[in-house]
């Protein structure tokens, strides 16, 4: 396998992490410097389309939010973040990885989910300084 031909599959392999399939809109919340343009771009070949920035008003598929400590009240930018999604939507939460700055504690993300009225249902390894929290809303009898 060539080196561009593994780049390509790791790429690829980063969106598919977080479940994502091609066509999905995903919604970009709070974007810096610091971001993973690795995961930005792999999210961005896997869906077929750019990410749309925080201001945008579509219906979204999946909201990418990333978030540091410090960044202001979370269960607020949960709350904004559930506005822009399709009903079975998702949430991922990228946080800085424990011992980088701007790490949010586990407990914090659970508590401020929890209260935002979301179910957090996985964690991954986003990107080598970011965690990734799969939150979605809870089905309730819906079937």
Do not use: C, Y
Not at 57 to 86: H, T
Not at 88 to 93: A, N, T
Not at 97 to 111: F, L, N, Q, T
């Amino acid at each position: 396998m060539s080196a561009t031909a593994g780049q390509a599959q790791g790429e690829r392999g980063l969106a598919e992490r977080l479940g994502l399939k091609p066509g999905q809109v995903v919604q970009e919340i709070g974007w810096d410097e610091d971001t993973d343009d690795e995961l930005r771009s792999s999210i961005e070949n896997l869906t077929g389309s750019e990410l749309l920035d925080e201001d945008s008003d579509d219906v979204v598929d999946v909201v990418l939010l990333w978030w540091r400590d410090g960044d202001g009240d979370l269960f607020d930018a949960l709350s904004d973040a559930m506005r822009s999604l399709a009903e079975g939507g998702q949430i991922w939460l990228l946080t800085p990885k424990a011992g980088r700055d701007g790490h949010v504690e586990p407990s914090d993300i659970g508590e401020d989910a929890a209260t935002a009225g979301l179910s957090q249902t996985s964690s991954i390894s986003a990107a080598p300084d970011w965690s990734g929290t799969r939150l979605v809303t809870p089905s309730k009898g819906r079937r």
